[in-house]
């Protein structure tokens, strides 16, 4: 398996809440990807980094922020959590020649 | 542009039946398509995928998906279901072979039944 970690594993928070999610990896991988997942959507590409310091914004980046100051690490934060961020938010990480490789995920639930 | 429709959120076989899941996609440039796996509370992870180099492709597991060009399709055969088999499956484009900016489609949930 892919050395990537997520934590924490499950949260329960409360709408006007800050959050902050971390992706870890151990592969020395360039690309590091932040989706979320929900019924009927499939996964949704929220912010990918290609670099340390290099992001991009996916496809629902809207009340998210990210940041990677070490190649290891990934984060995504959500500034004030809102009950429609409930899901469940999967980081993956590929290489430049690789395929994507997913962490097992973080639910969260805002309350 | 690039996007996936999987035909049928939910499918049913018995164990020993022909699994048949249904992938069509849309892409402006020649796709990747990806097979991604996900067995319950887990994280996803790579049945195949077709980069080109030939339009049958076989994966893990014993499944095997055709590219068809002409169908806009990349639909998910096991000849075989077993039991363990029950997961939920998604199909994905991406613009290159390294699968760096997927597109999922809305996923299958394939159950089986003894």
């Known amino acids: 398996d892919a050395g990537i970690t997520q934590s924490p594993r499950h949260k329960v928070t409360e709408t006007g809440t800050p959050v902050t999610l971390r992706c870890h990896q151990t592969e020395n991988h360039r690309y590091m990807y932040w989706y979320r997942q929900d019924p009927g959507h499939g996964l949704r590409l929220i912010h990918y980094s290609y670099g340390v310091k290099d992001t991009d914004k996916g496809e629902v980046s809207d009340g998210y922020s990210v940041s990677r100051s070490k190649t290891e690490d990934f984060l995504l934060t959500l500034e004030s959590a809102t009950s429609s961020q409930t899901s469940v938010y999967f980081c993956?990480?590929?290489?430049?020649?690789?395929?994507?490789?997913f962490g097992p995920g973080t639910r969260l639930t805002v309350l | 542009a690039q996007s996936v429709t999987q035909l049928g959120s939910h499918v049913s076989v018995s164990e020993g039946a022909l699994v048949l899941l249904r992938c069509n996609y849309s892409s402006s440039v020649p796709p990747y398509l990806f097979w991604y796996v996900q067995y319950p509370n887990q994280g996803l992870q790579l049945l195949l995928k077709y980069t080109s180099a030939a339009t049958l492709v076989k994966g893990i597991n014993g499944f095997e998906a055709e590219f068809k060009k002409s169908e806009t399709s990349f639909h998910l055969t096991k000849p075989s279901a077993h039991m363990s088999d029950a997961a939920e499956y998604f199909c994905a484009v991406s613009p290159d072979n390294a699968g760096n900016m997927l597109t999922f489609g809305g996923g299958t949930r394939l159950m089986v039944k003894p």
């Open positions: 993956a990480i590929s290489g430049t020649t690789d395929t994507q490789y």
